[in-house]
Every structure is written in C-alpha cells, then in structure tokens.
C-alpha cells in the first residue's frame, strides 16, 4: 500500500514561516541603508515576475484541464481533430519569456554594476575584513585602530569592507544592510554597505566554514558621526594602569597566558596574521566571541571551556587557573575601556 503524508502537516506550514520573521535586525527585508534597499527592489521584480508566471500559467492550465475534461457520451464523437504545430503560439511563448527576462536582466545588472563600483575615498571610510575561523578581525587603516567581532561605522557613509580569509571560504553577510559576500583566500574581496541609522545590525557568516559555522556572528555598530570619532579616539589611546591589586594582577596573568595570542593595544593595528581577536576596550564589547552576553560570569566559563561554546575554536581551555586567577582576568578584562 502507498503511504501518503496525512492532510494535517500542511499545518506545519505556518509554523516554519513564521521562523521567517525578522529579529533582531536580521532580515533582507527590512533593508537599513541604500544597499539593502536596491537590493530588496531587485527581489520585489523578479519575485513579482515569477509570481505573474505562476498565475497565468496556473489559470491556464485549470481552465484547460475543466474544459477539455473526459465528459459521458465522448467514446461516440471518436478521437477529436489532432493537431500539431502552431506557429503563432511558438512565437507569443518564445516572446514573452525573452521580453520577461529582459524586464529582469536590465535592472539587475546596471544595480550589479553599481554596487560593484569602488567608492571615492573622499566619501567613504574603508574597513579592512579579515576572516577566521570562527571570529571576525577589523581593521580601521585610516585610523591606525583594530577591532574584532564587532564593527563600529558612521551612519551616512559608504564603508568600504576589503576582506580577505584566514583560512578557509567565509562569507559576511549582515541581512539588513545587504550583502552577501565571501572572503576568499588568497584573494580580496569588497562589499560596499551603509547604514541610514544608527543601530546595531547583526551579523554573520554564510558560507559552512567548520564546526562553529553557525556560531561565527559578529555586528555592525553604526553611530551618528560624532560619536563614530568618539569611539575611533577612544580606541586611540594609550592603555591606562589597572586600578585595583585584583585587576593589576590580572593583568600580570594575562601578559603570562594570553598575550601570545591577543593584544590589548600596543599589538599595532595589522590583524592580518594574528590568532586571537584584539581585546582592546574589551569591557565596551556586548558580547564574549560574538555569541554571549559580556559579563564576568559568562567570561569566566569562556576561560575555563571555550571549546564548550563554540567547537573546533582555535583558544585553549584555561581550566588549570584557579578561581581566583580567573576572577583576576575577568575582572581586568572587564576594565578596559
Ligand atoms: C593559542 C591562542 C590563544 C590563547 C593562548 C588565548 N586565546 Fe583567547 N582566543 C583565541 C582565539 C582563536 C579566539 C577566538 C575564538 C573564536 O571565537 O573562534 C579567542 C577568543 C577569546 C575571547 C573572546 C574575544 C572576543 O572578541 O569576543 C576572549 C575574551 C579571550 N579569548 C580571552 C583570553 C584570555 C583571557 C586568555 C589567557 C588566559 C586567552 N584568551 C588565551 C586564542 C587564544
Ligand atoms: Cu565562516
């Protein structure tokens, strides 16, 4: 006997769709700048097109199968007149497929063009993108600042993202201001983006990079532009002495265990070639690793097992610290702004 799906998982479908909907700033579309928005424009024609197709065709064929339908009484009339060829319904249907594609193809490929474009540097600020697997780095060459896993721009600007790979495909991907594009190593790659408003629009990777694929966000911070040259002077300055025996002492830890990998300051701005995020002003990222809420409590456990949050990752567990240690860490970490 066949098994046939039963009615009711046609329930379901409303179900999945309304995973659809956005959170968060994470939808195409909702777009949040120029990009975003030609883009969703492009998505608006082509889907209009193929929903025009659907419902003529759609009609067509209802209409033909209810009125040439077998009927009491056919098997007397015998076979129907046969035909074959028509030379005017070969041409309409090769016609209106070209004209259809062409409707497509002119606004897609002058918004292709125009995106692709290299902004004026007179009018753009150009971040430098460097993919890892599974973190992000930034890099402000104008300003001589570096960042990581989240990215601070000014509102009203094209910013130009020049990316490269670390190691293996990555793709940045941030929905609501449009993309995506894949870092590719041993090449350079741009994407062009802007945001309208200041907000916070996350971020991630769209191309299966490993184990913590799924895991590898990041976020676009955007400010008005007084606040972006806060935020660049803040990175810019020198690195204060801890104020607290606990947080003194965490740094020493830090100099001891982690300084090998991250820098706080001092490192140069080149992320390129480095293996651990740039921890500067640590204390004003919202998250640990672009995946948890950043407190000290959450810090501590990144420590202890970051392998348990984010598999395959490239930082040892520093389970061997004692509490106190830790706590030391967390506490210094915490205080740099
Ligand atoms: C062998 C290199 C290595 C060492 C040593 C190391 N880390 Fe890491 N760390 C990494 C890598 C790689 C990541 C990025 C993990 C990811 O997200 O894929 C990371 C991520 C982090 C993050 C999250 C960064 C962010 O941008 O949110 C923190 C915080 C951190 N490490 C702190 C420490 C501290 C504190 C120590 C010393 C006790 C330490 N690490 C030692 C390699 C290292
Ligand atoms: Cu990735």
């Given at each position: 006997m066949k098994r046939r799906l039963p009615a009711w998982w046609l329930l379901t479908i409303p179900g999945l769709l309304a995973g659809c909907v956005s959170r968060n700033n994470m939808s195409a579309l909702d777009p949040q700048g120029p990009v975003g928005k030609s883009q969703l424009n492009l998505i608006y024609l082509s889907t209009g097109i193929m929903t025009f197709v659907v419902i003529v065709v759609a009609a067509i064929y209802i209409y033909v199968v209810l009125r040439y339908r077998e009927r009491p009484g056919d098997e007397k009339k015998g076979i129907p007149e046969q035909v074959a060829g028509s030379k005017k319904l070969e041409i309409l249907w090769?016609?209106?497929?070209?004209?259809?594609?062409?409707?497509?193809?002119?606004?897609?490929?002058?918004?292709?063009?125009?995106?692709?474009?290299?902004?004026?540097?007179?009018?753009?600020?150009?971040?430098?993108?460097?993919?890892?697997?599974?973190?992000?780095?930034?890099?402000?060459?104008?300003?001589?600042?570096?960042?990581?896993?989240?990215?601070?721009?000014?509102?009203?600007?094209?910013?130009?993202?020049?990316?490269?790979?670390?190691?293996?495909?990555?793709?940045?991907?941030?929905?609501?201001?449009?993309?995506?594009?894949?870092?590719?190593?041993?090449?350079?790659?741009?994407?062009?983006?802007?945001?309208?408003?200041?907000?916070?629009?996350?971020?991630?990777?769209?191309e299966l990079c490993g184990a913590s694929h799924a895991l590898m966000n990041f976020r676009v911070i955007a400010h008005k532009p007084d606040d972006f040259d806060r935020w660049i002077a803040s990175q810019r300055k020198?690195?204060?002495?801890?104020?607290?025996?606990?947080?003194?002492?965490?740094?020493?830890?830090?100099?001891?265990?982690c300084i090998g990998c991250h820098a706080v300051r001092g490192g140069g701005f080149k992320v390129e070639g480095r293996t651990g995020p740039e921890l500067t002003a640590f204390s004003e990222r919202t998250r640990i690793a672009g995946i948890l809420p950043n407190n000290e409590k959450n810090l501590k456990d990144w420590l202890r097992n970051p392998q348990g949050f984010k598999p395959g990752n490239r930082m040892p567990a520093f389970d061997h610290l004692t509490e106190k240690q830790l706590d030391a860490l967390s506490v210094y970490l915490e205080s740099l702004k």
């Open positions: 090769t016609a209106i497929p070209v004209l259809l594609l062409i409707i497509l193809a002119v606004p897609t490929i002058s918004t292709t063009f125009t995106l692709d474009k290299k902004p004026d540097p007179e009018e753009s600020i150009r971040v430098n993108v460097i993919g890892y697997q599974y973190w992000w780095g930034f890099e402000y060459p104008d300003h001589k600042v570096s960042t990581s896993n989240e990215v601070h721009i000014p509102v009203g600007k094209k910013v130009d993202f020049v990316m490269k790979s670390h190691d293996v495909i990555h793709a940045f991907w941030v929905p609501s201001l449009g993309g995506k594009q894949d870092l590719n190593p041993g090449r350079q790659d741009r994407i062009v983006l802007q945001a309208d408003k200041p907000g916070v629009y996350e971020g991630k990777c769209a020198p690195d204060s002495t801890p104020k607290t025996v606990q947080a003194r002492e965490g740094r020493r830890l830090f100099n001891q265990n």
